[in-house]
């Protein structure tokens, strides 16, 4: 099946510092990207959605300067958290719709801890 | 009528035992309607998912009934086993077009030896 390989699995960074979260579809081309964000114990929230060769739309109350996405070719997607603070650490993950068989890929997510 | 509604929000059974997991839509698009399975630190991955078109669909243990009066569908596992205890959300989404999908809140299992 379709696979969305996602990096880093966890990474710690320092306040004000900025982190680069990449989804690479494998073994399909990935035209869409949905970014989640996951609390502990909660569900996925959407953050935004990208699209290959255009700007990512945005979920209502997520801030677009803060959270860059990229969508540069049909097989990566990054997501780019600036100036991170604590209250951005949380569980990041991506996915995207398997056109081929159907359903939407997940990637493994990243913790994202900013100290 | 984006939401999804998910419930129990918890859920403990013994080893062998059938829980079942509810979850109810309003927004009449939506025409695909997955389940996931999410182990602490993971990313969800698909269990089953199901379109309007059938009222019933089984993959090994699990079974995903659908009733489309009442805008509802529910996630059983068979034969539970405690390498089930995970967490599970319900989604929904429409096909056509592959949108966002829209994630239940989530039910932790625990299913005990």
């Known amino acids: 099946g379709a696979v969305v390989s996602q990096h880093p699995s966890w990474v710690i960074c320092k306040s004000g510092t900025s982190v680069k979260i990449e989804c690479r579809s494998l073994?399909?081309?990935?035209?869409?990207m949905f970014w989640y964000r996951q609390f502990p114990k909660q569900s996925l929230m959407l953050m935004a959605t990208?699209?290959?060769?255009?700007?990512?739309?945005?979920e209502q109350g997520v801030e677009k300067d803060k959270f860059l996405i990229n969508h540069a070719s049909l097989t990566l997607s990054t997501l780019t958290v600036t100036s991170a603070h604590p209250e951005d650490s949380s569980f990041y993950i991506c996915?995207?719709?398997?056109?081929?068989?159907?359903?939407?890929?997940f990637g493994s997510g990243t913790r994202l801890t900013v100290v | 009528q984006q939401q999804v509604k998910q419930s129990p929000q918890s859920l403990i059974v013994q080893k062998g035992g059938i829980p079942i997991i509810n979850c109810a839509y309003e927004?009449?698009?939506?025409?695909?309607f997955p389940w996931y399975q999410q182990f602490p630190g993971k990313g969800p991955a698909l269990l089953i998912a199901?379109?309007?078109?059938?009222s019933e669909k089984k993959e090994g243990r699990f079974t995903i009934s659908f009733n489309k009066s009442a805008k509802q569908f529910s996630l059983h596992i068979m034969d539970s086993q405690p390498g089930d205890s995970a967490t599970y959300f319900c989604?929904?989404?429409?096909?056509?077009?592959?949108?966002?999908?829209?994630f239940g809140t989530g039910t932790r299992l625990l299913v005990s030896p």
């Open positions: 996915s995207a719709p398997d056109r081929g068989h159907g359903g939407y890929t």
């Open positions: 073994d399909f081309q990935a035209t869409t």
């Open positions: 990208s699209n290959e060769g255009s700007k990512a739309t945005y």
């Open positions: 927004n009449t698009a939506f025409d695909y």
């Open positions: 199901i379109r309007p078109d059938v």
């Open positions: 989604a929904a989404s429409t096909y056509t077009g592959f949108q966002k999908l829209v």
